[in-house]
T-cell receptor, first 107, second 123 residues
Framework: DIQLTQSPSSLSASVGDRVTITCRAS??????LNWYQQTPGKAPKLLIY???TLPSGVPSRFSGSGSGTDFTLTITSLQPEDFATYYC?????????FGPGTKVDIK | EVRLVESGGGLVQPGRSLRLSCAAS????????MHWVRQAPGKGLEWVSG??????????ADSVKGRFTISRDNAKNSLYLQMNSLSAEDTAFYFC????????FGHGAFDIWGQGTMVSVSS
């Protein structure tokens, strides 16, 4: 099975900061990598699919890149509502594991 | 409004069974694959099971294979998860999620999520 790792596991940042989170797959997953955002007590929300595509309604400060085994989620100017946990997930093959998550909190 | 609403969670003793339901509205249910994802308290997300639009293909995580059964009733816009032989390790919030593709292994993303239902397994 394909395994996903994320780094860092947590980070502290300030409003306006640029934040980068990485996700690495144990084998190539082409571009089949999705990102989700989850705030406490809420369901996850799809943030980016197919490595770099933003669903309708997701702010343009979010962007994704990568292919193969290495992927990146970038938030260009962190907003108060962005403090959350971010998960990557591969949709290349079953099972569809999620990464362990990256918690972004306020510095 | 596109919506998924889970139900059926609760407290159950180890070894017993429980059936979760997910009611869909606001989209053409039988056009899309569906999934169950769980999250143990304070932990990360774990994909549990997926089913294609016509129930023709299903898949399970190794942790639930042989114990859980996913199904759907397109006439009722509903998704189900039959959970047997429950153990403490199954304690979690269970979310249903809509796939962006008709088949569950179609490289899609989980674009709509319900709010989840809590399953607690304890004696």
């Amino acid at each position: 099975d394909i395994q996903l790792t994320q780094s860092p596991s947590s980070l502290s940042a300030s409003v306006g900061d640029r934040v980068t989170i990485t996700c690495r797959a144990s084998q190539s997953i082409s571009g089949y990598l999705n990102w989700y955002q989850q705030t406490p007590g809420k369901a996850p929300k799809l943030l980016i699919y197919a490595a770099s595509t933003l669903p309708s309604g997701v702010p343009s400060r979010f962007s994704g890149s990568g292919s193969g085994t290495d992927f990146t989620l970038t938030i260009t100017s962190l907003q108060p509502e962005d403090f959350a946990t971010y998960y990557c997930q591969q949709s290349y093959s079953t099972p569809f594991p999620f990464g362990p998550g990256t918690k972004v909190d306020i510095k | 409004e596109v919506r998924l609403v889970e139900s059926g969670g609760g407290l159950v003793q180890p070894g017993r069974s429980l059936r979760l339901s997910c009611a869909a509205s606001g989209f053409t249910f039988d056009d899309y694959a569906m999934h169950w994802v769980r999250q143990a308290p304070g932990k990360g997300l774990e994909w549990v099971s997926g089913i294609s639009w016509n129930s023709g293909s299903v898949g399970y995580a190794d942790s639930v294979k042989g114990r859980f059964t996913i199904s759907r009733d397109n006439a009722k816009n509903s998704l189900y998860l039959q959970m047997n032989s429950l153990s403490a390790e199954d304690t979690a919030f269970y979310f249903c999620a809509k796939d962006s593709f008709p088949i569950f292994f179609g490289h899609g993303a989980f674009d709509i999520w319900g709010q989840g239902t809590m399953v607690s397994v304890s004696s």
